[in-house]
Each structure stands twice: as C-alpha cells, then as structure tokens.
C-alpha cells in the first residue's frame, strides 16, 4: 500500500474540515468543527487498481493575518486548497495561500471551490476568470454538503500524488 | 588499368596467403582457437559464475526469472522421488518449529490464565475494576499501570518528513491505537513545536522527546529521516531511550537508501519488526507481598466447584458401577432383568419376577444398598424347572392334610373330591401331565371325607339351633377339619357349655372356645345366689324361693351384703337378707380367744414331764402335772372351736444317752405314750393327741423328759377357701 500525505489548506470556514469529513465519513455535519492547529484524518482508494492511503492534513484556516505552519507542507505529494465560493475573498486568500506554498514546496496545487450547492457571490466569476487558474493542477467544484464532485476531486488529487 | 589488376591480385593472394595462415595457426574454423577454449572453458565460466549471474540480476532481474522454475521442478522431482529422504532432511526442523510454537502458545496461555485468576477474581482485582472504571480507561489497561514498573506498549517507526507510518509493533494487539494517525499527528506536533518554540537563526531545530500524560509517556527519538517513538506506561528507565537511540541508529544505517527515496510504501520496511520488537521492553513491580496474596476467592469457588463437579461425577460414575454390576449379575431361577441403568440419583431396574422365586432385593443386595435402587418389578410366570420345588412347597402348604416330602416332591394322604379337584388342578399348573399323573396316583381320593363333611356341617346346624341358655351367646359353629369348632361367651354362673350341646350328642366331634363375659339375666339368680351363699357355711339358701336364712358375724354380714349388692341382675338385696340374723360376738370376744389360745399354747409348749432314768413308767410326782396339762388342753380345744381352729398336740418323749439307739427310740416312745395314756384318762381326746420317740434329744441332758408340741394344720376357714 502507498501511503500519500495531502495538505488542505485555505481560509476560515471554506469548508475544509467539512470535506474531509464527508469524503472520509460520507456524512455531513452543519455543526462547523473548528480545526486546532491541523487536524488529519485518512482514507483509502483504489487508483489504477492500485492502494493508495491518503493522510488529509487539515490545515487551520488561513487569513491575512495568520499564515500557516510551512512545517505541514513537508513530505506532502499534493496540496488541495479550498475556497468558498461564495465569498470571493476566500478566493483571493487561496491565491495568496497557493503563492505561499509555492515558495515552499513544489508539489501539485489543487484548486476547489466548495460550496457548490450555493450560489456564487456575484463576483466569483470575475475573480476567478483573471487568469490566476494556471497556478493550480485542476480547479474542481465540491459541495461538502451534498457530496458533490468531492470523491472525484480526491481520487484526481490522488491520481497526482501517485505520478508526482 | 593493369597495374591495378596487377595490385588486385596481389591483394587477393594476401589475402589467400592470410587465410591459408589463419587456417594453419587457428585451424578449420578457428578449430584449433575453440578447442583450447573448450578445454578451459569450464575453469573460465566457474571463475565468473557468481558474478555474472549477480551483474544480470542487477541489470534486468532475468536470473531469477530463469532459475526459479528450474528450483522449482527440481524440489519437485526431488520431493516425489526421495519423499522419506525429504521428510528426514526436514523433521528435525519441522519438529523443533512445532515444539516452540506449541510450548510458547501453551506458555502464552498460562501465563494468561494466571494473571486472569491473579487479578480478575481476587478483592484486588475487583477493586482495580472499580477504579479502572472510575478512571475511564479499560480494565487490562489499568493492571498493567498497577503491575509494570514500565511497560513498552508500541513502537513506531515513523517518516520524518511525511510523517508517515513506516512500521510499528505492538504488544497487547487488542489495545492497537491507529499508528497511521499518531504518527501524523505526532509529526504535525512535533512540527507545531518546532515552529511555536522556533530558536534563532542558524541554529538547530527544536523537537519534541518526550510526551507525559498521566497514563502514558512518549518516548520520541529523532533520526534525520526517522523517528523512533515508544508509547510506555509507567516510569521507564534511562536505559530504553539509549536502547530506542541504539535501535533508530541501526534502522538509518540499514535502510539508509530506502529513507531517502521513500515515496509512500511502507513494505520495504517491512524486516524492521525483529528489531522494533526489541524495544518492547517491560520490568514487572517486584511485590512480594501481594505475589503471596492468593486468590482465595478464585481458588474458593473453584475448590467448591471442583469438590461439587467431583461429588457429581463420582456419584455418577458409583451409580453407573452399580448399573454395570447388577448387568453382571446372575440372576436366580425366576428372575428375568430387563433393565438396569442410571436416572437421576438413583439406578433403575426393570426385572420380571416369579411370585415363587426369591426376592428382588436379596438378589441385588450382594452389589448395592436397596437404598439407591428403584425397583420396578412385573409378575411373570417362569418355566425355569429349578422353581419347581418352591411351586410344590407353595401347593404342600395350602394342602396341610396331605404329607409332602420336599426331596421326592411326593403328597401322600387322601382328600375329599373338592379339594382333591382343586389340588389336581394346582399341580397341573406346576409339572407336566406325565408328573402329575405320578403325584396323583399317590394322593387318594376320600369319599368318606365327602360324608363327613355334610355330617359335621349337619352337627353345625344343629349347635346353631340349640335353644338359649341363659348366660350362654353362640358366636359360631363352624366344620373345621374333622369336627364342628363352636365359640360361645358365657357368663360364669351360667350351665357350662358342654353341658349346653350335650343334648345334641357327637360332642367328641364338637370344640368349643369359650370366652367369659357378664350377662344380666334374672334366670341366672338362683345359680349365682347359690354360689355366693356358698361361701358362708353358716348361711343356708334355698334356690327355689330364693330365701336365704341362718345367723352370720356382723363383719361378714356386711361382707356377703356387699357381694350381693354386686349382682347385675337388679333385686331387693334386703328382701334376700331378711332372714338372715346377726351374731352378737364381737371381733374383739374372737381376738381375746385368740390370744388366750396363743397363751395357752405357748405354756403346753414349755411343759416337761420328767422321768426316771431308763424307765418307761410315769413317776407319781407327775400326776400333778398331767392333771394341769389336761385342764390347758381342754382350753386350747375350746378357744380353736371358737376360733375355727383345729390343732393337734404332738408328745415327744426323750432319753439320756445310755444305751443302744433303738432302745432309746423305744424307751422314749413308750415315756410318750405313758403321758398319752395319763391324758387320755384325764378326759382328753386321743384324736388330738400324737406321739414320737425322738430318742437321744439331747447328749447334756442327763434327766430323760417329754415335751410337748402344737401343731395347727390349716384352720376350716382356710381350708374352705382354697377349696
């Protein structure tokens, strides 16, 4: 069995700790459980008929005034970060979480904006179309709340970390 | 154009010439070449072998490719041709492999089962559950915090920059905590340290060694590509973090080159379980004290346990031995067993019996108490000819009139056609027709008896009929045997009850049983009157008018009222007594008479009348004292009179010691008859008197003397009651 380390990062209350446990549990909770520090949780896949263990570091949520422990990006094959799509300055802190990650690490950056199953804040979409998307590997869609694109977004995520 | 043929053909003939020469130094073919390498080759390849095969199994891995199904088949053929030669190369090391797995499985067990009983079922243990419980942790848990000075409980090896799990051990596998998430989270703490606690420039990074709770202590050691942490509870000596730092050193300088590529696959770090086991290390508390300590209440209830299930199974297996006996045993003529086995708390046995064969229980009583045996028994009737003898026995003793004699098995004797019938037929039942016409013809056929029997059943009827008696109940009369058996009550002053059945005549043939009773019948009076009056001789009765006359003492008067007042049947017992006068002696006139006679008595009893020596004449100085005795013996005959008394006087004469015996005895008697005759004369009745010579009474005597006795034979009065 292959075992890959993934790091979640992204603002306060995008919905991080609500994806991994809907993609670890399958379940939902709207209770927010706030993340201390990291959180990490694991889970199982099976990519290319191969075992792979993803070990999720859920990364407290990052704003403008606290940046994140560098230390939690090491040995991680890919870094997942999670904006809120509806609110577009979760966007830009990603943009600034994804800089500083890349001047740490070069891995894969993967770019989600959760909260599918809500609408998008008016100016999403100006945001998110100034070109800023060649920075990520792949941008998905998820709803930690449905469920939505999130397996498929872990397994592309995992498919990564395996090629790296 | 022809010095360019003449340079071509020179070339060629070079050529020729090369080849001619290489034919000759290396022959046909390099013939000669191959030759000399054929006949080294085989030094050449096994100078190389090794590694050759080692280059290509490094470059593309082929080899073993190449020669796995070559071992393969090889082991095969092996194995199929020289299987007991296999089976000896490799019994030694299948037989110690299966000794140590069993012997450490069983040790295993043990030492388990010996810490359940030492700290399950002891106070100890059930106070530890208590407090495991309050604490919040599990109860294996808490004992080994309370047995172990320090217990290694896991060890993981982890990845120092993914974090990741690279391989871990584990002692109690049932308390396996998830080492993918500690060693991550491990790692993040570690890395939160660092960061949070982070030094100044240039120098070394901060790291965690060591994490306390009050449970456990992490015991964290850095490598620079790994981590070696142990979770230990309790307090670990300084010793296991030199042992955890020798252990991590190893790993790096091993799988040095793993580490550093390590890209997510834990499987290459597979091999490091030897050496991570290690590191499990434990000390047990030394607490002798309480090793002592044993578990009473465990070894209690097991002790009970253990003396109930044996009480059980030693009662079961008692009860299955008797089973088995009684199976076993032989069972006597008459005796069939159908089933013997244990139910319950007893042994059930089925048997038919014989109702003539010998008991069930003398039977089994040889192998069991009856006690313990539930009998269940079923009549049968056995053809076994061994019980014969009790069958006839059993018909001999219903047929008294007839003699049996046990050994033959031979009846002689006649019967009457009743009985004669009955026992014909009883014997049929027991023997087979030839045996019964034997015994049949010995018993005889009494037709005499047939007679009789109707005769003594008449004679019956005829007691039955007989008229009543006063004071005579006829219970029954009854043919028994060879006469008539009647059983009557009968009041005592009623005809006796052979003179009852006298009329009927054959009383010979007639037993009567009488038992007494009282009857109240006025026709009894006269008989019992009769024999009360009886008893005073004073009194006269006359049965006809029932009238009783004559005079009596005032002390029996009262006595013969008191008697007749007794009577049953009811009468006037003053009309009875009217007749009857009262004496007017008093008791005391009877007593004075007798004492005066007691006086009388005793002086005749001290009277002597002296005699001259050897004469048998009474001397005349005597005469006197005759005359004085007879006034005494005419008293004594007066008062005995009135005290119905009657005596004899007894004159004993005496002689001195001269002289023969007989004519001693002579000489005294006729000195008694003297005095006789001298008492005779003097008035007094010779019916009274008796005389004896005692001859020589008395050797110191020298005077010879008479003597007198009285004598009282037993008085009238007397002499009437024991009539």
């Known amino acids: 069995m292959i075992q890959k380390k993934i790091c979640m990062l992204g603002a306060s209350a995008v919905g991080k700790t609500s994806l991994v446990k809907q993609f670890v549990e399958g379940i939902f909770s709207d209770k927010y459980l706030t993340s201390i520090g990291v959180k990490i949780d694991k889970k199982k896949l099976e990519v290319d008929e191969t075992t792979v263990q993803l070990m999720l570091w859920d990364i407290e949520g990052v704003d403008r005034y606290a940046g ?33 990650v890349k001047l740490e690490k070069e891995i894969p950056i993967f770019l989600v904006a959760n909260k599918s199953d809500l609408p998008k804040s008016e100016s999403w979409d100006s945001a998110a179309d100034c070109g800023v998307t060649s920075l990520f590997e792949l941008s998905f869609s998820t709803s930690a709340k449905t469920g939505e694109g999130v397996e498929d977004m872990f397994l592309n995520v995992a498919k990564a970390a395996l090629n790296k | 154009m022809s010095s360019n043929r003449d340079s071509q ?57 190449v020669i796995a199904p070559l071992v393969e088949q090889s082991v095969e053929s092996s194995v199929v041709a020289r299987k007991d030669q296999f089976v000896s190369y490799l019994y030694p090391l299948v037989g110690s492999l299966v000794r140590k797995s069993v012997s450490s499985f069983l040790a295993e067990i043990i030492e388990q089962t010996n810490e359940l009983l030492e700290s399950s079922l002891t106070y100890k243990g059930l106070k530890w559950r208590f407090e495991a419980r309050r604490a919040g942790i599990s109860y294996s848990q808490y004992v080994v915090q309370k047995t172990f000075v320090f217990r290694v409980e896991q060890v993981l090896l982890i990845h120092k920059e993914t974090g990741m799990l690279l391989k871990t051990v584990i002692r109690d596998k049932t308390q396996a905590t998830d080492g993918d998430m500690v060693s991550a989270m491990l790692t993040a703490i570690n890395d939160f340290v660092a960061d949070s ?14 994490i306390k709770t009050d449970d456990f202590i992490l015991l964290i050691k850095q490598g620079p ?117 244990t139910c319950g708390d007893k042994v059930c046995v089925e048997v038919l019996r014989d109702p003539v064969a010998q008991d069930v229980s003398t039977w089994i009583s040889s192998v069991s108490d009856m006690d313990d045996i539930l009998l269940t028994e079923r009549s049968y009737r056995s053809l076994d000819e061994r019980l014969q003898p009790q069958r006839l026995k059993k ?32 014997i049929s039942v027991i023997l087979e027709s030839k045996s019964v016409q034997v015994i049949m013809d010995a018993v005889k056929l009494d037709e005499h008896n047939v007679s ?82 009886k008893m005073y001789p004073e009194l006269v009765f006359d049965s006809d008018s029932l009238h009783i006359t004559g005079s009596i003492s005032v002390a029996r008067f009262q006595e013969l009222r008191t008697q007749l007042l007794g009577i049953p049947e009811s009468i006037s017992v003053d009309f009875l007594l009217n007749d009857v006068s009262v004496e007017s002696q008093s008791l005391s006139e009877r007593m004075s008479d007798e004492l005066q006679l007691e006086q009388y008595i005793y002086d005749i009893k001290a009277t002597k009348i002296r005699f001259d020596v050897n004469e048998n004449q009474l001397p005349d100085i005597e005469i006197e004292n ?88 037993l008085s009238e009065e007397n002499r009437e009651v024991q009539d």
């Open chain 1, 68 to 100: 994140f422990n560098p230390k939690y990006l090491r040995g991680a094959a890919a870094a997942i970060i999670v904006v809120d799509q509806t609110r577009t300055q979760s966007f830009l802190e990603g943009i600034e979480i994804c800089r500083l």
């Open chain 2, 9 to 65: 053909a020179s070339q060629f003939d070079e050529n020729q010439q090369m080849e001619q020469l290489r034919s000759l130094v290396l022959g046909e073919d390099c013939q000669i070449v191959r030759d000399v390498v054929e006949e080294s080759a085989r030094d050449l390849v096994t100078n190389v072998l090794t590694e050759a095969l080692h280059d290509r199994q490094k470059n593309d891995g082929s080899v073993t490719a």
């Open chain 2, 197 to 210: 606690f982070s030094p100044q420039e240039n120098e070394l990074e901060q790291s965690l060694d060591e």
């Open chain 2, 225 to 341: 590509k790994a981590m070696l942490v142990a979770a230990i509870t309790g307090n670990p000596p300084a010793g296991i973090a030199d042992k955890l730092q020798l252990t991590l050193e190893s790993i790096h300088q091993i799988y040095n080159d793993e580490l550093n590529d390590y890209d997510g696959d834990s499987s290459e770090f597979e091999n490091t379980e030897q050496q991570l086991n290690e590191c499990l290390l434990a000390q047990q508390k030394e607490n002798k004290a309480e090793k002592k300590k044993l578990p009473w209440l465990a070894i209690g209830l097991l002790l009970l346990g253990f003396v109930g299930l044996v009480t059980y199974f030693s009662k079961g297996w008692e009860r299955e031995g008797i089973a088995n006996d009684i199976r076993t045993l032989n069972a006597p003529p008459g005796i069939v067993l159908l089933s013997s086995k």
């Open chain 2, 395 to 426: 018909v001999a003793n219903t047929f008294a009139e007839l003699q049996f004699d046990p050994e033959s098995g031979v009846f002689l004797g006649s019967l009457s056609r009743e009985r004669y019938d009955q026992f014909q037929s009883m």
């Open chain 2, 452 to 533: 009789n029997t109707i005769a003594l059943n008449k004679l019956a009827n005829k007691v039955r009929l007989l008229p009543d008696v006063p004071g005579i109940v006829l219970l029954s009369a009854d043919v028994c045997a060879e006469s008539v058996c009647v059983e009557v009550l009968r009041d005592p002053d009623a005809q006796k009850a052979s003179t009852w059945i006298r009329d009927i005549g054959s009383e010979k043939r007639i037993k009567i049983r009488e038992r007494h009773f009282q009857a109240v019948d006025e026709r009894l009076l006269p008989s019992r009157l009769a024999r009360i009056v």
């Open chain 2, 626 to 713: 005759i005359k004085r005795l007879g006034i005494k013996l005419d008293e004594i005959q007066r008062l005995a009179k009135n005290v119905k008394q009657t005596l004899f006087v007894i004159i004993m004469g005496t002689s001195t010691s001269g002289g023969t015996e007989a004519y001693n005895n002579k000489l005294s008697l006729d000195r008694a008859n003297a005095v006789m005759k001298a008492l005779i004369d003097a008035g007094i009745p010779s019916s009274i008197l008796r005389t004896t010579g005692l001859g020589v009474f008395d050797r110191n005597i020298d005077t010879p003397k008479v003597i007198f006795d009285v004598v009282r034979p």
